[in-house]
């Protein structure tokens, strides 16, 4: 069977299973004949995948061979996340997705990826990898579910394309949320007329930081939003007169925050090398293409624990280090240093009103993040300035100023149903209010005292 053959019947096979499964099941032998035609759907794949070589097997970032894919049951009507990788905790974009959704568990997510080699979240879980065209494919795997309004969280430029495909098959409205910058022609990238696709499509436009709103804003000549890594408001800590942790943990830190290449790692680890930090770690703490075991010399490392189990940690810790870019000639990771907001940053400050110490450049989106609502300290990675950064933040009197804005932080980035808030927000086309309008910087960039 020739390729243009297989696409051809494949491309029959899922506009004549669209049709039937849309025809009610009236009675038993209507419900029958639905049963045997998946089943022959199924058959008939497997045989036309064989004839034809397969779907263009495709590496997905971790060097692991994937093709199209279904898991879970069919949905009707469901809510629909499209996002490159899986949707659960071992990494920063499933772990808020997963927080978005809480209310909603019963939705479908169409990766393009398995790069953490883990089970995603969702109803049904389907992927569609690089070299798959999503309009052929996306019918025949949805079965006999149905979309009826989808977020796009896009990192590749699969994502886009399945994006695209699952909105051509839904009459509902589409939100795109960008929450990383990752710009390129490659398949590992995304081109900017692939994006501006999207853009034209979305019915409403979000970002993860004010940076990321106005670059994309000025981009592609519509309105972005910003709109945070949020945190579940019966989490965050919102109390007063919070007191500092005890003496038996007065300068022990957490380190937080993904360590996004060997550069951050160098020079994290020339930090540590030099000062003598009482840290641990929770979580991955570094994307797949980042081995950061050496760190485990200087750090404790304690992994996925119990959500119960993290935020006492947090609540009895003096401070979090947060390793970032330094947005010169050494960062090679740029793009990611100058727009994004670590989701654990502002997650494990909410639920332990952790004070931070960011290294890195204050241009970047994080630190100025934290300067804007009076989280922390920015400062070099120069051991000596982070040494006394630590010590001061450490002192009794900035522990309660810092926490104290964390708490106010906490009240601000906590909400109940973060879903609702954008399906409402889709409908009206604009965020349903101004929650996050950013006030004035607090200007706490750290140096050296002479």
Sequence with gaps: MTSCTYHSQKGALARNYSEFKRTPCNNLLQKLQLKLFEKLRSLLLVALRGKSGGFNRQQDPSGSEVEPQRDGYNVTRASTIVTALEVNEVHGTGVLLQRVFKNDSNFIHIGCANGYNSRSSGALRLCIPAGVDPSLALPVLLGASSISRILVVPWLQQDIHNALAAKALSSGKLCLWIMDHNPGDNLG???????????????????????????????????????????DRKAALTVTALQPPPPTNAKRGVLVGNIWSAMWLRQLL??????????????????????????????????????????????????????????DEHDDVAFISRFSIPSRVLYLSAIGNLPIVYLGSPDTAAAKFIETYGLGVVCSYRPEVVEEAVAYICEHDQQI???????????????????????????????????????SSTNSVFTLKN
Excluded at 402 to 413: K, V
Excluded at 415 to 435: A, N, T
Aim: with cysteine; charged share 20%; proline share 6%.
């Design 189 to 231: 990238n995304v081109s900017e007329s692939n994006m501006r696709k999207l853009v034209n499509e979305a019915d409403l436009l979000l970002a993860i930081s004010p940076e990321l709103a106005d670059h994309y804003t000025a981009t592609y000549g519509r309105q972005f939003y910003f709109a945070p890594p949020i945190v």
């Design 270 to 327: 020339f930090v540590l090398e030099q000062v003598k930090l009482d840290l641990e770690t929770f979580g991955s703490g570094s994307p797949p293409h980042v081995d950061a075991s050496c760190l485990s010399k200087f750090v404790r490392k304690r992994g996925h624990v119990p959500e119960t189990e993290l935020i006492a940690s947090m609540r009895n810790a003096a401070y979090a280090l947060v390793p970032g870019g330094t947005m």
């Design 401 to 439: 100023r810092f926490r104290n804005a964390a708490i106010r932080a906490a009240a601000l980035f906590s909400i109940d149903d973060m879903g609702d808030w954008i399906w409402r927000s889709v409908e009206l086309g604009r965020p349903i209010d101004s929650r996050w309008a950013l006030p």
